[in-house]
C-alpha cells in the first residue's frame, strides 16, 4: 500500500495554528506567574499543632533533632532507619545554602485542620505538604511533632565551656 499523503506537504496554516496556540498558553502563564492576576491561592488551614524543629548533623551518620529553645534531644535519627526524614532534610539544606541563609536555624512541622501535616522552612519559604509521601513517611514525621519533649532541667548545653 501506498502512503496517501505522499507528495503532499503538511498544511502550513495547522503548524501556524498550533505555534500560535503553544505561545498563547506559555504568554498567559508567565502573566499569571508574574501578575498573579488569574491565578488563585487556597489558604492554609489553621494549624492545631506546631513544633520549631533544629536538626543538627553529628557527622556520624547519625542527626540529632531538638525543639527550638530546648537543647535536650527529642529525637536521634540514623541513615537507614530515618532514610525519608534525612532526605527532606537533605532537600531544604540544599536550599538554605542556595540562598546563603544558615543552617542551624530552626524548621517547622505543623499539623494543621484537616489532617494537613506541613513541614516548612520560614526562611527560604519552601513548604512540603508531607502526605503526599504517604503513610508510612507521614508517620515519620507526625512522630517528632508527637513526642514528648525532653525536660528542660535534665536538657543539655548544646556547646559545654572549657573546663580549667
Known sequence: MSDPF?????????LIGAALLMG??????????????????TPLPPVLESREL??????????????????????????YADDFVLGVMRGMVRERRAQDAPLDAPYLLSLREGGLLLFEDPLTSRRIDLRA?????TAAFARL???????????????????R
Open 133 to 137: 509521601f504517604g503513610p508510612t513517611n
Open 6 to 14: 505522499e507528495g503532499r506537504p503538511f498544511p502550513r496554516a495547522v
Open 54 to 79: 533544629v536538626f543538627l548533623d553529628n557527622g556520624d551518620g547519625t542527626t540529632t533533632v531538638r525543639i527550638a529553645g530546648n537543647n535536650g534531644t527529642l529525637a536521634e535519627l540514623k541513615s
Open 145 to 163: 511533632l508527637r513526642a514528648d519533649p525532653p525536660p528542660r532541667s535534665q536538657a543539655r548545653p548544646l556547646f559545654q565551656p572549657e573546663s
Open 24 to 41: 498563547f498558553v506559555i504568554l498567559a502563564a508567565v502573566l499569571v506567574r508574574v501578575t498573579g492576576v488569574g491565578g488563585t491561592q
